[in-house]
Antibody, heavy 122, light 107 residues
């Protein structure tokens, strides 16, 4: 079954860290760029970060640059998002999403996980 | 960075109506534009990419057009199952911002 499954969300205090994971199955994970997208409660979609299929390039939204780090382990078919110095405005459902085309990094997303909720609150 | 602006932010239309949503890029993006549908409580779904190419399985009442900075998503005959929020996204290069969304409701 082709799917992405996020985990690692929870409640965390401002300034603390959290690491999200996204486990892929049913497709050749190492051939696709993968993205993180978030959605604050009742708000729109916000693109967060992308990592190339081989991990060679990474790009971030300005809102998370310097605080979040995207990485992947192709041997484990898993994507990660290390989130440091968390703020209340980082509260959101975090989705991982796959690009529609193998190898090409900047493409629309045809496969999404169900998301994991991160709540930053004291 | 390029910004994506959608209008309107919400609309209400009757079943069978033709619905049009607009997306504008702050700079030209050729046809590197995608549209997504997100139904309440659900994960976003890709509807259209390359501005006008329908994703497999998407009903033909959905169509997209435009190039450069101005794009349009059209629902030719609104159906009850089309109640959702629609987002555009540019993917000419990273970053890949979304528009603010358009919430479509049935009148």
């Amino acid at each position: 079954q082709v799917q992405l499954v996020e985990s690692g969300g929870g409640v965390v205090r401002p300034g603390r860290s959290l690491r999200l994971s996204c486990a892929a199955s049913g497709f050749t994970f190492s051939s696709f760029a993968i993205h993180w997208v978030r959605q604050a409660p009742g708000k729109g979609l916000e693109w967060v970060a992308v990592i190339w299929y081989d991990g060679s390039y990474k790009y971030y939204a300005d809102s998370v640059k310097g605080r979040f780090t995207i990485s992947r382990d192709n041997s484990k078919n898993t994507l990660y998002l290390q989130m440091n110095s968390l703020r209340a405005e980082d509260t959101a459902v975090y989705y991982c999403a796959r690009g529609i085309t193998m190898i090409v990094a900047v493409t629309p997303f045809d496969l999404w996980g169900r998301g994991t909720l991160v709540t930053v609150s004291s | 960075d390029i910004q994506m602006t959608q209008s309107p932010s919400s609309l209400s239309a009757s079943v069978g109506d033709r619905v049009t949503i607009t997306c504008r890029a702050s700079e030209g993006i050729s046809n590197y534009l995608a549209w997504y549908q997100q139904k309440p409580g659900k994960v976003p779904k890709l509807l259209i990419y390359a501005a006008s190419t329908l994703q497999s399985g998407v009903p033909s009442r959905f169509s997209g057009s435009g190039s450069g900075t101005d794009f349009t998503l059209t629902i030719s005959s609104l159906q009850p199952e089309d109640v959702a929020t629609y987002y555009c996204q540019k993917y000419s290069s990273a970053p890949l911002p979304f528009g603010g969304g358009t919430k479509v409701e049935i009148k």
